[in-house]
T-cell receptor, first 111, second 110 residues
């Protein structure tokens, strides 16, 4: 069966510090991978998606970047965090029939 | 403008009672609609998927309906349990894109 792992679960970082969130998927090959951000009172916002190694599409220009160094690994990064980067970050993988399977998220607080 | 609106924003019910959550969508071309359940601090989990031709679909105590003419969907929860306390998110798919609603936060009290 397929599983998705996302870590860390919570993170508190000062403004201006770097960020690296990691997501890995097991039990499937060449999945579509997604990073979403969920702000309080708002719907999930797609940040990045990837259909293959090294292929990244950005939906919203911002202070973040994503990379896919391996088939089942997806990384969300920032060189310098802003206060507005605080939120709940969700990684997901999807199939051709578009069911999204989410990780348990990372709660990021930028102080 | 493509959008998904859910109501109510929050709902409190007593254990054992029924409730209905609403979702209005405006997307084109409409592909399908899904309901997700999101427990606090966890990622959303798919409950049901509704395609254009489907009117009703059940998953245990959860029943989703879809009216493609009025572009409305509802999620009915029967005999609620404490474990039903969560946010319920409606997601509309159009083409290869999707839009998430802001969710309804349901709290079930004993």
């Amino acid at each position: 069966s397929q599983t998705i792992h996302q870590w860390p679960a919570t993170l508190v970082q000062p403004v201006g510090s770097p960020l690296s969130l990691e997501c890995t998927v097991e039990g499937t090959s060449n999945p579509n991978l997604y990073w979403y951000r969920q702000a309080a009172g708002r719907g999930l916002q797609l940040l990045f998606y990837s259909v293959g190694i090294g292929q990244i599409s950005s939906e919203v220009p911002q202070n973040l970047s994503a990379s896919r160094p391996q088939d089942r690994q997806f990384i969300l990064s920032s060189k310098k965090l802003l206060l507005s980067d605080s939120g709940f970050y969700l990684c997901a993988w999807g199939t051709e029939r578009p069911t999204l399977h989410f990780g348990n998220g990372t709660r990021l607080t930028v102080t | 403008k493509n959008q998904v609106e859910q109501s109510p924003q929050s709902l409190i019910i007593l254990e054992g009672k029924n409730c209905t959550l609403q979702c209005n969508y405006t997307v084109s071309p409409f592909s399908n609609l899904r309901w997700y359940k999101q427990d606090t601090g966890r990622g959303p989990v798919s409950l049901t998927i509704m395609t254009f031709s489907e009117n009703t679909k059940s998953n245990g105590r959860y029943t989703a309906t879809l009216d493609a003419d009025t572009k409305q969907s509802s999620l009915h929860i029967t005999a609620s349990q404490l474990s039903d306390s969560a946010s319920y998110i409606c997601v509309a798919y159009f083409g290869d894109k999707l839009i998430f609603g802001t969710g309804t936060r349901l709290q079930v009290f004993p």
